[in-house]
C-alpha cells in the first residue's frame, strides 16, 4: 500500500490535471462551467487526441460559446469555424450540429441548468448516465468523460472510475475497483488521479515513466 501511494503521488505531481482545467473551465456547482464541461465532453467523444478536443473547446469558449444560450444562437457555420480555428476538422461539421442540438436540448427540458439534470438522478448513476446520453453524440464514452470529470463538484457521483481509468490502473498495477483506488488518496484528489489515469491508459510510456518515479519511503 505504501509503494501504491508513493506511486499516485508522484502521478499526481507529474499529471494530475482533470481535462476541464486543461480546457479553461473553473468547474463549479453552476449552470455555465457544468454547460461547459458538456461542450468539452461532446468534442471529446469523437475519435480525436484530447489535445485536439480539448484546443477546440478553448476556442469555442473564447468565441462566447459558453452557454446554452450562446451556442444555439450560434450558426452552424458559425460553429463550424469556431471548430476549424480549434484545428478540429476531421468531425467539424457533424460536431457542429451536436453542439447546436445539445445546447437546445439543454435549454429546452433543463433550462439551460443542468443541475436540474443532477438533482432529476437523486444520486443515481444510471439514471444520469441515461440523461447525458439524450444529448447528440455523447453515448457511452460522452458519459464516462462526464461524470468523471464531474465528481469533482458532485461529490455523490465519487469515486467514479471507467473503462479508461481503469487500463490505467492496470498498467501501474494499481488497485483496479473505484473504492481501493480512492483509498489511495483524499477525497478531493480522486478526479485527479482519474484523470491522470486516462492519460497513462492512452500513453504506454507514461506508465514506464511513473513505475520508474516513484522511490518507496
Known amino acids: 500500500m505504501s509503494k501504491d501511494r508513493d506511486l499516485v503521488t508522484a502521478l499526481l505531481d507529474r499529471h494530475g490535471r482533470t481535462y476541464a482545467e486543461e480546457a479553461g473551465i ?3 456547482d453552476r449552470p455555465e ?5 458538456l461542450v468539452l465532453t461532446t468534442v471529446l467523444s469523437t475519435r480525436i487526441r484530447a489535445g485536439m478536443g480539448i484546443a477546440a473547446a478553448r476556442e469555442l469558449f473564447a468565441t462566447g460559446y459558453r452557454t446554452p444560450q450562446g451556442m444555439a444562437k450560434a450558426s452552424w457555420q458559425e460553429r463550424v469555424d469556431a471548430l476549424g ?7 467539424d461539421e457533424r460536431t457542429a450540429t451536436m453542439l447546436g442540438k445539445g445546447a437546445q436540448l439543454c435549454l429546452d427540458r433543463w433550462q439551460g441548468d443542468l443541475r436540474r439534470l ?3 438522478a437523486d444520486g443515481d448513476v ?4 441515461a440523461s447525458l446520453d439524450e444529448f447528440a453524440g455523447i453515448g457511452a464514452t460522452g458519459a464516462d468523460i ?8 458532485w461529490a455523490d457521483v465519487r469515486p467514479y472510475v471507467d473503462r479508461r481509468v481503469i487500463a490505467g490502473a492496470q498498467r501501474l498495477r494499481l488497485p483496479e475497483s473505484a473504492e481501493k483506488l480512492a483509498a489511495l488518496v483524499d477525497g478531493s484528489d480522486f478526479p485527479r488521479l482519474a484523470s491522470a489515469l ?14 520508474g518515479a516513484a ?3
Do not use: C, I, N, W
Request: charged share 30%; net charge positive; glycine share 4%.
Open 118 to 120: 443532477h438533482v432529476d
Open 215 to 217: 522511490v518507496p519511503r
Open 198 to 211: 486516462v492519460r497513462v491508459s492512452l500513453d504506454g510510456k507514461l506508465a514506464d515513466e511513473m513505475t
Open 146 to 153: 462526464f461524470l468523471r470529470e464531474v465528481q469533482v463538484v
Open 126 to 129: 444510471r439514471t444520469l448516465r
Open 26 to 28: 473553473r468547474l463549479a
Open 85 to 91: 480555428r480549434g484545428h478540429y476538422r476531421r468531425y
Open 33 to 37: 462551467p457544468l454547460y461547459q464541461l
